[in-house]
């Protein structure tokens, strides 16, 4: 079946420095897309949401990005602290189901 | 808001024996609540999604037998890993989705359960 998948699984970033991770998703019906944070030992944390509709939503420090015709989703974290070393996952909705990609570990360098 | 909780956020147990893990919503009413399972260094593998008063739907694959799940109320949901083996062992996290929410609503995860199964 079609699933969400990520680029890169791990990233390293220089404090301070804005932090890119790519996501590739494969099922042209999915509607939502939510991407999450995720700490050792923890659940996930929603950090943001965008919908089909949309091709880019900010929040504070992370900027979302759709593009639908390559069906290629990215969160870039602007300014990145050691706080957000973590693992982030992008989730595709279909239905009411998430579909999870395999993550991608970021690394914050002080 | 959208607070949920598990508890335990971590249990040991024998070989054979059951253990039972329950969700909460804390501020909000979840119409559907999800169970997922998470191995060391992988990502989250949607094991069932859980109505109230119905019967829980199972992604192929996973036994409905060894996994019971009941969901009480709009607020509450319990997983039960019955006869739990070694290879159980895992870390087992729920979601809940708010009442009357379409389908692009956010799911909100809990804390997760640390499984370990001697």
């Known amino acids: 079946g079609e699933s969400v998948g990520l680029h890169l699984p791990t990233l390293s970033v220089q404090e301070g420095d804005n932090s890119i991770i790519n996501c590739a998703y494969s099922?042209?019906?999915?509607?939502?897309f939510i991407w999450y944070k995720q700490e050792s030992g923890k659940g996930p944390q929603f950090i943001i949401d965008i919908r089909s509709n949309m091709d880019k939503r900010q929040g504070q420090r992370v900027t979302v990005l759709l593009n639908k015709t390559v069906k290629h989703l990215s969160l870039q974290i602007a300014a990145t602290q050691p706080g957000d070393s973590a693992v982030y996952f992008c989730a595709e909705n279909i239905g009411y189901k998430l579909s999870f990609g395999a993550g991608t570990t970021v690394t914050v360098r002080a | 808001g959208a607070v949920v909780s598990q508890h335990p956020s971590r249990v040991i147990c024998k070989s054979g024996t059951s253990v039972k893990i329950e969700c909460r919503s804390l501020?909000?009413?979840?119409?559907?609540m999800f169970w997922y399972r998470q191995f060391p260094k992988q990502s989250l593998m949607l094991m069932a999604t859980?109505?109230?008063?119905?019967?829980?739907?199972?992604e192929q694959g996973v036994e409905k037998d060894k996994f019971l799940i009941n969901h009480a109320s709009l607020t509450l949901s319990t997983l039960t890993v019955t006869s739990a083996h070694p290879e159980d062992s895992s870390f087992y996290i729920c979601?809940?989705?708010?009442?009357?929410?379409?389908?692009?609503?956010?799911?909100?995860f809990g804390p997760g359960t640390r499984l370990l199964v001697l």
């Open positions: 099922n042209s019906a999915s509607d939502y």
């Open positions: 501020d909000f009413q979840a119409t559907t």
């Open positions: 859980s109505n109230e008063g119905s019967k829980a739907t199972y």
């Open positions: 979601s809940a989705r708010r009442l009357a929410g379409g389908t692009q609503e956010t799911q909100y």
